[in-house]
């Protein structure tokens, strides 16, 4: 079964005031909701894209990290390590469903996030 679309884009972001005034003015991106100093989010057209607090982040992100959409997280996790990545971690995010991160052969983090309920 192939991806999802992409879901988001998120930025690791330490300053999480001065990064939102920054994209909020420069790129003139409307504010969709902000959670306190963990997460802050914009409307970009079709996709999303945050600002991510290092404690939300994936473990070890630095720069963006693209997020895609799936719905069977077992198959494609088998798909990236036979093709050379790694899995790194799983995050159940309760209500807003689970991810998992992953690295490409290259190093590079991406994540596949799956709702909950599938």
């Known amino acids: 079964m192939p991806l999802g679309a992409i879901r988001s884009v998120y930025t690791v972001a330490n300053d999480m005031d001065l990064m939102q005034a920054?994209?909020?003015e420069a790129l003139e991106l409307p504010l969709a909701f902000r959670d306190r100093d963990n997460w802050c989010q914009f409307k970009a057209g079709q996709l999303a894209f945050a600002l991510s607090s290092p404690s939300e982040a994936a473990t070890g992100a630095r720069g963006?990290?693209?997020?895609?959409?799936?719905?069977?997280?077992?198959a494609i996790a088998q798909r990236i390590e036979r093709l050379g990545g790694l899995h790194l971690s799983n995050r159940d995010m309760g209500s807003h469903g689970s991810v998992a991160t992953f690295a490409d052969p290259e190093n590079n983090l991406f994540q596949i996030h799956i709702r909950q309920g599938g």
């Open 22 to 24: 920054f994209y909020a």
């Open 64 to 74: 963006s990290v693209v997020v895609f959409g799936a719905a069977d997280m077992a």
